[in-house]
């Protein structure tokens, strides 16, 4: 949510930000909403400043015996009984247009954002390892899978409709080794804080985050008004919700691993085969809350430790920066993580680590305050993903593959496989 402030005292860097995000401007029709709302503040309090001493008048009149006078002023007080509430809904009305409006525009970019309009502006910013020769043509996840007897699409299918997978046996507890790793190298290495949230959440909940009210078409609602989580971003960010934090607490660092669940409404046609885009996967997740001045090295942090995860299962990976098209809504800046998949010879996305400021903590009403004791602001508010499990099975899985279609189980997965070393058809 943007402060109506800045934009008040910034329109023209404010529109310059919709710009470069292909908006169109809409400062001064912002500020003509706040102009109605100031305005309509403005007599509100004047009208009951009025109230207050007609009331103390009535007295002083009748203590007076003005009788004619106490009378016009009780009737003038018994006016401001319906003008009064009138006035208050008319304030609300437009105040809740303004806050309407301020709800569905997206996140300004930071300066050193690319600007563009899709994916292909990115711009690469480092990457790890290198591609895999194989002396055999690489399949992909869903070939290996199937013809292990372990990934099993319309077993699911039959369960739950499209878009579902069953695992089994061997790739089941692969997909399980690989949330465990990742949960103890964030906790015991990078300092994070495990939590087991809701996976359903409420309305409020879900606008704090700013899945709601622009992108509902791509969520889950239950018949019991709950949403199921995309991303355990959503309960983890509003812990702080409502909340001022004294600056010594900061950073917060928070860490899950959760099932997700996503309804991609604009997915028609795309990645219908295999696991790459799932209505349900598992995900471990990233949360930072910190101060102002601290964001921007979170997020290259935060990246880091995003980044070591698959180091540890030395997978060839590139780190992209977002451009201005091509950022989600609520983000200032984000850098992509994108896995290599010899099966499928491109480059996927597997992590987003992206840095909000104070866009959603505005929405959610987190703040902290200083040693001093006062208020300093909003806090800023930062995730990303340690990163996509089932797609971290499906990078293995090819990564990995062997000339017989077994699965190699990598060095640091062992532990977590009973010390198995390879996944093969049973």
Aim: include cysteine; charge should be negative; charged fraction near 25%.
């Amino acid at each position: 949510m943007h402060d109506i402030r800045f934009i008040r005292d910034n329109p023209e860097v404010f529109d310059r930000g919709l710009a470069r995000r292909g908006l169109t401007p809409l400062a001064q029709h912002l500020l003509k909403l706040d102009e109605q709302r100031r305005a309509l503040i403005t007599q509100l309090e004047q009208a009951q400043a009025r109230r207050n001493a007609a009331s103390k008048e009535i007295g002083e009149a009748k203590k007076n015996k003005d009788e004619a006078r106490a009378a016009a002023l009780m009737t003038e007080v018994a006016g401001f009984k319906t003008t009064i509430p009138a006035m208050e809904a008319q304030e609300r009305e437009v105040s809740g247009a303004l806050d309407k409006e301020l709800a569905q525009i997206p996140n300004l970019p930071l300066d050193d954002v690319p600007d563009g309009k899709d994916e292909h502006d990115n711009v690469l910013y480092r990457t790890f390892g290198e591609k895999r020769d194989y002396a055999f043509t690489p399949k992909q996840h869903f070939e290996l899978g199937e013809a292990l007897g372990q990934m099993d699409f319309e077993l699911a299918a039959r369960l739950s409709g499209a878009r579902f997978v069953v695992l089994q046996k061997g790739l089941a507890r692969l997909e399980r080794a690989l949330g465990q790793l990742f949960l103890d190298l964030h906790t015991s290495e990078h300092g994070y804080t495990e939590v087991s949230p809701p996976l359903m959440v409420r309305d409020h909940v879900m606008f704090g985050t700013a899945q709601l009210p622009k992108f509902a078409e791509d969520q889950f609602r239950t018949n019991m008004d709950l949403w199921l989580i995309p991303t355990a971003e959503v309960p983890l960010t509003n812990l702080v919700r409502e909340t001022i934090l004294d600056q010594e607490q900061l950073p917060i660092r928070l860490t899950a691993c959760t099932p997700c669940f996503r309804a991609e409404a604009g997915a028609a046609g795309r990645d219908t085969r295999g696991m790459i885009r799932q209505h349900q996967f598992t995900k471990v997740e990233l949360v930072s809350i910190t101060t102002p001045e601290h964001s921007l090295a979170e997020h290259e942090r935060m990246l880091e430790c995003a980044e070591k995860v698959l180091q540890k299962l030395d997978l060839h990976y590139r780190v992209m920066t977002l451009c201005t098209g091509d950022m989600g809504f609520a983000s200032r800046k984000t850098y992509d993580i994108e896995v290599w998949l010899p099966g499928q010879n491109m480059y996927r996305e597997i992590s987003s680590c992206s840095v909000c400021g104070d866009f959603q903590a505005r929405r959610m009403d987190a703040r902290y305050r200083g040693k001093d004791g006062k208020v300093r602001g909003h806090v800023h508010t930062l995730n990303g993903s340690g990163v996509a499990v089932g797609r971290a099975l499906i990078a293995v899985m090819e990564t990995y593959q062997n000339a017989d279609g077994s699965i190699t189980v990598p060095e640091v997965l062992r532990p977590y496989m009973g010390g198995a070393s390879v996944v093969a058809a049973t």
